[in-house]
């Protein structure tokens, strides 16, 4: 069936580099592409969306990219921070009157100081 | 503001018993949803409603049941637990017409059965 996933499970890296986080999507008909942040016992946490009809997207500190024609989306975070450490899920709108998301596995970011 | 509470946090059942999981939103959001997540995985959607009244199927429903009489309340009810219902809930919130994927999400209610 359809479904967002990610590259890797997990990704380790030092204090102040940037991090990339990756995803693939399958369905060419998703609206929105979201992604979430989810601190340890906590729910998640909504970072940045970008609509299919865009490439690229920046917030504060973060950065998502759309390549729609190998359906890959990533989140570019710079100057990563101990306070980055998290999982990170992206997620797809299935246009469902945006409620109802469709979340990959997620990628647990490690920042070491 | 609150936001989204979940209660309770912890739950642990016995294989056949019921129980209902409660959420409450303040922030009249129209939009509410009920999300699992277990080890490893994303977060899979079991139901949602776009308005008092009215509620929709997500990925994984069955075994669960909702209702929404109130814009504020969406509870998730369990009729009969099973082991596979183990996991971690959340439910989630959204206004109408704010960013199609931005759900405000509760802290989550972590179901054990037995």
């Known amino acids: 069936g359809e479904s967002v996933g990610l590259h890797l499970p997990t990704l380790s890296v030092q204090e102040g580099d940037n991090s990339i986080i990756n995803c693939a999507y399958s369905?060419?008909?998703?609206?929105?592409f979201i992604w979430y942040k989810q601190e340890s016992g906590k729910g998640p946490q909504f970072i940045i969306d970008i609509r299919s009809n865009m490439d690229k997207r920046q917030g504060q500190r973060v950065t998502v990219l759309l390549n729609k024609t190998v359906k890959h989306l990533s989140l570019q975070i710079a100057a990563t921070q101990p306070g980055d450490s998290a999982v990170y899920f992206c997620a797809e709108n299935m246009g469902q009157a945006g409620t109802a998301l469709i979340f990959g596995k997620g990628t647990t970011l490690s920042v070491s100081s | 503001n609150a936001g989204v509470t979940q209660t309770p946090k912890f739950q642990v059942l016995k294989t056949g018993q019921s129980m209902t999981l409660q959420c409450a939103q303040d922030?009249?959001?129209?939009?509410m949803s009920w999300y699992r997540q277990d080890p490893g995985m994303g977060l899979r959607l079991i139901h949602y409603s776009v308005g008092a009244g009215i509620t929709d199927q997500g990925e994984v429903p069955n075994g669960y049941n909702v209702s929404r009489s109130t814009t504020e309340d969406f509870p998730l009810r369990l009729l009969s637990a099973a082991p596979s219902q183990t996991s971690v809930y959340f439910c989630?919130?959204?206004?109408?017409?704010?960013?199609?994927?931005?759900?405000?999400f509760g802290e989550g209610s972590r179901l054990t059965v037995l």
């Open positions: 922030m009249n959001h129209e939009y």
């Open positions: 989630a919130s959204s206004r109408q017409g704010g960013a199609p994927g931005e759900l405000f």
């Open positions: 369905n060419s008909a998703s609206d929105y």
